[in-house]
């Protein structure tokens, strides 16, 4: 009874590296979320999808920044070019419908940029 | 823009103490979640509350939904040091999928 799982868990890119992140709902879920969380800060919503498609990017800046949920396999959150500020924790999170239902989470990635 | 604020922001007791902490917003949820983080992990999900004045127990923890749907709190009764982390809020706007997160609250019982 798998839950949600992600990896790497701790991922290290020297600036203008790219970043790739990978989520692997819970059985059975159709639904992904990505939150980004700064130190000692809430998390923020960043992007949330379906199979094959984004429902809600409006939380991801426009550039360097983009997700997939593909037929088969995980979700990726991939980050172009990476900058010191990017340095955050990413969690995903997935849930079996909509409408505010129960999102579980991943352990995160903690991606440090040097 | 909705907000959900939480209070305290950090609360240190000793073992055997009661606590209540509180999520509080001027927008309506459809739902509201609660979830407890510890360093490193990612948030785990305690309860959901759907309906306005719903009270849920999860053993030493009471939930409690307002009757408005804007704000819930949550009460440790004889806490633990194994209650020690980050208790979280998230709520869900009426007919949305995108979760809104409290500002959160660190709890360290100390033995």
């Known amino acids: 009874n798998a839950g949600v799982m992600q990896n790497p868990r701790h991922l290290v890119r020297r600036r203008g590296q790219e970043a790739r992140l990978r989520c692997s709902p819970m059985?059975?879920?159709?639904?992904v979320y990505w939150y980004r969380q700064l130190p000692e800060e809430g998390l923020k919503f960043m992007v949330y999808?379906?199979?094959?498609?984004?429902?809600?990017e409006s939380g991801m800046p426009k550039e360097r920044f983009s997700a997939e949920f593909p037929k088969e396999g995980p979700s990726i959150l991939r980050i172009q070019q990476v900058v010191r500020g990017d340095s955050a924790a990413y969690f995903c999170a997935s849930s079996s419908g909509t409408g505010g239902g129960p999102q579980y989470f991943g352990p995160g990635t903690r991606l440090l940029v040097l | 823009t909705q907000l959900l604020e939480q209070s305290p922001q950090f609360l240190s007791i000793q073992e055997g103490e009661n606590l209540t902490v509180y999520c509080n917003s001027s927008?309506?949820?459809?739902?509201l979640q609660w979830y407890r983080q510890e360093p490193g992990e990612g948030p785990v999900l305690l309860v959901t509350?759907?309906?306005?004045?719903e009270v849920k127990k999860l053993k030493r923890l009471t939930f409690q939904f307002g009757d408005a749907r804007k704000d819930s709190s949550l009460h440790i009764t004889a806490a633990q040091p194994g209650d020690t982390g980050l208790y979280l809020c998230a709520g869900a706007a009426p007919g949305t999928y995108k979760y809104i997160f409290g500002t959160g609250t660190r709890l360290k019982v100390l033995a």
């Open positions: 509350v759907v309906t306005g004045g």
């Open positions: 059985k059975g879920h159709s639904h």
């Open positions: 999808l379906q199979k094959e498609n984004i429902i809600d």
């Open positions: 927008s309506v949820f459809s739902s």
